[in-house]
């Protein structure tokens, strides 16, 4: 139940699209859905985190869109570029209770071509 | 700020031998969490610290595996015997509070790349 599963494993946009990258939670207590940006040989680094209360947060080109009904997150790009090229990780985690968890989806290798 | 500091970032060690990981947490941060990245499994977390006392280690993968933080500036993850499977991405993350709510992010490290061969 602790599971977050992302989609696709990896996709291939020209500069200019909008790239979208799908999440989906089974744990119904989990109510805060970040997502993280890791360039090669680097960490991970947070990119823009929603809370359920709103369906669609807005930061700079890049857009979640949040359905709580279905358990479904995404995250779009607007206007990509070369350099948004890197792997893009959903997660989601339960600020409740004393025990703190970020849960990660395995992750989707974003390329940007020119 | 420096951010989250790892060392080493790259080892390559034989099977059964003692390996250790080590972080520097941000200054100021009272969490500090440790993570393994791999293909199959994507980023698990392994056990994590507020204020130098581990909270939850559950994600500990077994006994070979250790964990400390001896003081609110260091913290190490110690793998003996190390084995071939143990071939992973190990970071470092820290955070001012270990809720996200709120906007305390986590930082993470630029990892340890360990190969056991």
């Known amino acids: 139940q602790q599971q977050v599963k992302q989609s696709p494993q990896s996709l291939i946009v020209q500069k200019g699209g909008i790239p979208i990258i799908n999440c989906a939670y089974e744990?119904?207590?989990?109510?805060?859905f970040p997502w993280y940006q890791q360039f090669p040989g680097k960490g991970p680094a947070l990119l823009i985190a929603?809370?359920?209360?709103?369906s669609e947060k807005k930061e700079g080109r890049f857009t979640i869109s949040f359905n709580k009904s279905a358990k479904q997150f995404s995250l779009h790009i607007m206007d990509s570029q070369p350099g948004d090229s890197a792997t893009y990780f959903c997660?989601?985690?339960?600020?409740?209770?004393?025990?703190?968890?970020?849960?990660f989806g395995k992750g989707t290798l974003l390329t940007v071509n020119p | 700020d420096a951010g989250v500091i790892q060392s080493p970032r790259h080892e390559v060690t034989e099977m059964g031998q003692e390996v250790t990981l080590r972080c520097k947490p941000i200054?100021?941060?009272?969490?500090l969490f440790w993570y393994r990245q791999t293909m199959m499994r994507g980023l698990e977390l392994l056990i994590y610290?507020?204020?130098?006392?581990?909270?939850?280690d559950s994600g500990m993968p077994e006994d070979r595996f250790s964990a400390k933080m001896p003081n609110a500036s260091f913290s190490t993850l110690k793998i003996q015997p190390s084995e071939p499977r143990d071939s992973a991405v190990y970071f470092c993350?820290?955070?001012?509070?270990?809720?996200?709510?709120?906007?305390?992010?986590?930082?993470f490290g630029e990892g340890s790349w360990l190969t056991v061969v």
């Open positions: 744990n119904t207590a989990f109510d805060y």
């Open positions: 610290f507020n204020n130098n006392v581990p909270i939850d």
């Open positions: 200054s100021g941060h009272d969490y």
């Open positions: 993350a820290s955070s001012l509070a270990g809720s996200p709510i709120g906007g305390n992010t986590i930082y």
């Open positions: 997660a989601a985690s339960n600020s409740g209770g004393s025990n703190y968890k970020l849960t």
């Open positions: 929603i809370r359920p209360d709103v």
